[in-house]
């Protein structure tokens, strides 16, 4: 079965950075499509960045600059390095693989998501 486990949210103070983590089992990251994304309260759902099966990297207009996605295939694990975190970055990060689209999740398999908080 496909599982995908993310881990590394949580509180941190404006201009603070985490790292989130996605454990992927049940398939293999290499050459799949994963990418992050999130949802807040009230508002809609929002791409973060993306890996896609070429190894081309997306992200969204808002976190360019702060936020850097890599892979580490040997562990089967997706990362989101956060830098410079604002309010407006609160929400619930998911991962997604396997998915059609920029950010790997139409159609495709997700986390539980993981909470980041930022005040």
């Known amino acids: 079965d496909v599982q995908l486990v993310e881990s590394g949210g949580g509180s941190v103070q404006a201009g603070g950075s985490l790292r989130l983590s996605c454990t992927a089992s049940?398939?293999?990251?290499?050459?799949?499509?994963m990418g992050w994304f999130r949802q807040a309260p009230g508002k809609e759902r929002e791409g973060v960045a993306a890996?896609?099966?070429?190894?081309?990297?997306s992200y969204g207009d808002s976190v360019k600059g702060r936020f850097t996605i890599s892979q580490d295939n040997v562990e089967n694990t997706l990362y989101l390095q956060m830098n410079s975190l604002a309010p407006e970055d609160t929400a619930m990060y998911y991962c997604?693989?396997?998915?059609?689209?920029?950010?790997?999740?139409?159609?495709?398999?997700r986390g539980q998501g993981t909470q980041v908080t930022v005040s």
């Open positions: 049940g398939f293999s990251s290499s050459g799949s499509c």
């Open positions: 997604a693989a396997r998915g059609r689209g920029r950010w790997c999740f139409l159609g495709g398999y």
């Open positions: 890996i896609d099966t070429d190894g081309h990297i």
